[in-house]
């Protein structure tokens, strides 16, 4: 099973840069469509992107896309999220999870979590 750790969190300025980590310890990470989501205090949960197994997919939300992106070495079994041209409204707690195949599901219903990492966008 999957077992995801997130990293990489850190405060940033606005305009920065950020690259998070989603990193599997199970080593099974290559089988799963991964996505990233974050959750600011007093907001939902808000999906940003997903990447598909393989890589050769990649689904991003308005919100982030153009500013974000997601990549993954299945070798090392970790998933990038690398974020620019940050924002202070994207001060969140970053979560990646995985899905329960391989395609980025439409649903957004994601099987396995990791804790999150705090990214604080800030001056």
């Known amino acids: 099973q999957v077992q995801l750790v997130e990293s990489g969190g850190d405060l940033a300025q606005p305009g920065g840069s950020l690259r998070l980590s989603c990193a599997d310890s199970?080593?099974?990470?290559?089988?799963?469509?991964i996505g990233w989501f974050r959750q600011a205090p007093g907001k939902e949960r808000e999906w940003l992107v997903c990447?598909?197994?393989?890589?050769?997919?990649?689904v991003y939300a308005d919100s982030v896309k153009g500013r974000f992106t997601i990549s993954r070495d299945n070798a090392k079994a970790t998933v990038y999220l690398q974020m620019t041209s940050l924002k202070p409204e994207d001060t969140a707690v970053y979560h990646c999870?995985?899905?329960?195949?391989?395609?980025?599901?439409?649903?957004?219903?994601?099987?396995?979590w990791g804790q999150g990492t705090q990214v604080t966008v800030s001056s």
């Open positions: 990447i598909s197994s393989s890589g050769e997919i990649t």
């Open positions: 199970e080593f099974m990470l290559e089988y799963s469509a």
């Open positions: 999870a995985s899905a329960a195949t391989g395609s980025c599901p439409k649903s957004k219903n994601y099987v396995t």
